[in-house]
């Protein structure tokens, strides 16, 4: 059963290329910190603060692509850890179908707080996350 | 009439944050270089290179996100110039129809290597870029 985190902190290191985001779970005490790019890092933080651009970028392009093609993102969800790597999907309804877009979790929490759906982690990939 | 473009040189300079990339005309001599960040420049260059990931990367995810909702994705276009800032859209046929979606152009490039797919530009934003 996926369990629902919120984007609790992006801690931006100017001196380093890796950023990290942490998660929170909804309902509980448990969180996930992911690593990621700077550009996604950032990207996530204007997001978060709601600057606004004169052309989309590329995350308001990826939710602009999904809405102009019919489909409504549902949720994000973190589904996999494998070898210290997490994986993630945008799932999308189109057409009554429900579409897994398989994308680094870096980019589902940007198109999550773009689009403002909620953020999803298997059980097993929260458990796993907290053993390593 | 739009004007087949190819992507002729990315200059990766590792001292400033803006990057350039060199668009030459298909069947001509004129060439469009666009500044664009170093985000986008290094995505262009890593699909270029045809550099595999095990996850897919941010322009992989926004060309799988269209074909995985039925959408096939024609060309690029640069179809405006206003204030020194370059304007594009990706075009997409779904169902028959075409959609146009907004982006930058440094996102269009990327798509349209990714996507192998040609990339176009408006006459009148050619000789503008030209005559600045």
Known sequence: MPIQLELKRIII??????????????????SLPIVIGQFEAVSIDRRVKQLSTPRPLTHDLIVNAIELSGGEIQDVLINDLREHTYFAQLRVRQAGELIEIDCRPS??????????????????????????
């Open 107 to 132: 980019d589902a929490v940007a198109v999550a707080v773009t689009a403002r759906v909620p953020i999803y982690v298997n059980e097993s990939v929260l458990g796993d996350a907290l053993d390593e």
């Open 13 to 30: 290191n100017e001196i380093d290329e890796d950023q990290v985001i942490v998660l929170n779970e909804v309902d509980g005490e448990r």
